[in-house]
């Protein structure tokens, strides 16, 4: 996407977030779930696009590819990644784990061969994974409402608009692929991770009589965990009740 198409789509979204949000806890709007006719028909087709596409794609490749291999490919989109968790976490201000970032990148790039093993964990370079949808609630920003993106999935306003952030900052628009070799490589990305979470299907099938309900609470709670790394502030009553109608839309 040319980038300043993009920036104005991302200042669209910042305001649209500020406008929807009362400045209430992570998650929580003036309204439970005020988008919810759009993230309905949203998660509808993306739960539709996986089970036809990207779930049988990530059974094939589990069943063909050995688990060396795959861990080794994990590990190279993972190096990469850091490079934005690098960036993140230096503007948030915690330089010890932009620190660790760099130790990571440094040794899993050299000694781990592009990243294909990950040498740092074990010389004691833990990985904190930060985007900078976390950097925008680290700094005070308001989430705004919960917003289902398609093919991308549960996200917020301010999440949505923090996409454009790691845009600038990863390093695969900076690898000049060609277009098919880009496409590929998203592909791989995409096949991988939803490897990863095979799973989870049967729990998100079974744990709720509304999939939506149950993934967006669950979604929007880890997401106040990250962004507050794991320490979220004390809500008042006021806050709580907030919350609980969010719990109760489409019950």
């Known amino acids: 996407m040319p980038r300043l198409p993009l920036i104005a789509l991302l200042l669209g979204l910042l305001l649209l977030g500020g406008c929807a949000s009362t400045g209430g806890p992570e998650g929580a709007t003036s309204e439970a779930d005020p988008l919810e006719p759009w993230n309905r028909a ?63 990148i440094g040794f899993n790039t050299t ?80 096949v991988d991770f939803r490897a990863s979470l095979l799973g989870t299907d049967r729990l998100l099938d079974e744990a709720s009589f509304d999939p939506y309900a149950f993934q967006r609470d669950a979604w929007l709670q880890r997401r106040i965990n990250q962004v507050h790394d794991g320490n979220p502030p004390v809500m008042n009553e006021e806050e709580m009740q907030m919350l609980e109608g969010m719990e109760g839309v489409g019950e």
């Open 42 to 104: 949203v998660y509808r087709f993306n739960r539709t696009a996986d089970e036809w596409v990207l779930a049988p794609a990530a059974r094939g490749y589990v069943a063909v590819t050995p688990d060396p291999v795959d861990t080794g490919v994990t590990n190279v989109f993972q190096n990469l990644e850091d490079v934005g968790n690098l960036v993140n976490n230096a503007l948030q201000g915690k330089m010890d784990r932009a620190v660790s970032d760099l130790g990571r």
């Open 111 to 190: 000694l781990g061969l592009l990243g294909i093993f990950d040498v740092a964990t074990p010389l004691g370079f833990e990985r904190h994974s930060e985007d900078f949808g976390q950097t925008l609630g680290w700094w005070g920003m308001p989430s705004g409402p919960y917003f289902v993106l398609p093919l991308l999935g549960p996200s917020t306003i301010r999440d949505t608009a923090g996409r454009g952030g790691d845009y600038f900052v990863s390093p695969y628009d900076y690898l000049e692929l060609t277009t098919p070799q880009a496409w590929g490589l998203y592909t791989a990305r995409a």
